[in-house]
């Protein structure tokens, strides 16, 4: 097994696998499938923590989304992002190998969708044998970020139930508004597992009387991207201290590009926007 770091792919923008050898030659650098964090791979196997890109392409829908980096790397490369169209990795987590196991070793995390958003509209015609797979793979972990939470029940298939024990689904909260609209929703959502994602954090966020046991996670991000708009450490701070007091986890991801911290504002590039995170030591 090897580990491998090169180039910089458009999607994560952050170190991914060039791989020549993984999924017989299917992946290369601009692949809607690429790794986040860290992938070990053999010739004919892959596991740790990926990316699933089933579809790309979004359609704008709250405030969160003006400055969204999938829109800017597309456009760097002369791509309209608010086409969606499904991607040649659509089956990734049932490909077998050579011997006839799966590509993907039981255990993996797999971010999905992180190019588009799960649960938009023009992916309904998609997304039933999205669930099939991840229902296959029970053995595999699946993490869903999504702003349409309103949408949840409307898109689940029909042997859901309390939800399906591999899936776990953060609700995106931005800001004020979005927490009093998408909260109380995915609070009485069935899903296994419930994280919320703040990211970006465009403003401070009263989220106390919401909290409950049932969410295992909140993450805190500022927005990156030459145009960022504003991250205030306060804000973050109060989020921490409301998941202290309702005895939940706290992740501080990012900085994010646009960073004050008491009456000075910071520009922090891109590539250290999660060190200086986790400088910060406040995760819970």
């Not at 580990?3 to 290369?28: R, V």
């Not at 499938?33 to 699933?52: D, Y």
């Not at 689940?156 to 024990?165: H, R, S, T």
């Not at 909260?173 to 899903?191: A, T």
Request: proline share 3%; net charge positive.
């Amino acid at each position: 097994m090897f580990a491998f770091y090169l180039k910089k792919c458009y999607i994560c923008i952050k170190d991914c696998a060039k791989c020549a050898l993984l999924f017989e030659k299917t992946i290369t650098p601009n692949s809607h499938f690429c790794t986040v964090r860290r992938v070990v791979f053999s010739e004919t196997n892959i596991m740790s923590e990926i990316i699933w890109n089933p579809w790309h392409g979004c359609k704008k829908y709250s405030e969160g989304c003006k400055n969204c980096y999938v829109y800017r790397r597309d456009a760097s490369i002369g791509k309209d992002a608010s086409i969606i169209s499904k991607t040649q990795n659509f089956d990734i987590p049932i490909k077998l190998n050579r011997r006839g196991d799966y590509k993907l070793l039981a255990d993996s995390n797999v971010f999905t969708c992180m190019t588009s958003d799960f649960f938009v509209e023009q992916a309904d015609e998609w997304r039933n044998d999205i669930w099939k797979m991840i229902k296959q793979r029970h053995d595999v972990n699946f993490f869903i970020i999504t702003k349409r939470i309103t949408r949840f029940n409307e898109c689940i298939p029909d042997d859901w139930g309390d939800g399906y024990k591999n899936v776990s689904i953060a609700c995106t909260i931005e800001s004020q508004r979005q927490c009093d609209l998408r909260f109380p929703v995915f609070n009485e959502l069935p899903i296994a597992n419930k994280f919320i994602a703040c990211e970006p954090l465009l403003t401070d966020i009263d989220m106390q009387r919401y909290l409950n046991p049932s969410i295992k996670q909140v993450l805190v991000g500022g927005e990156s991207g030459t145009t960022a708009r504003l991250c205030d450490y306060d804000w973050v701070l109060h989020i921490r201290q409301q998941c202290i007091d309702a005895g939940i986890k706290f992740y501080f991801k990012q900085t994010g590009a646009n960073f004050k911290k008491g009456e000075k504002v910071y520009r922090i590039k891109r590539q250290i926007q999660h060190s200086q995170a986790r400088k910060a030591n406040i995760n819970t």
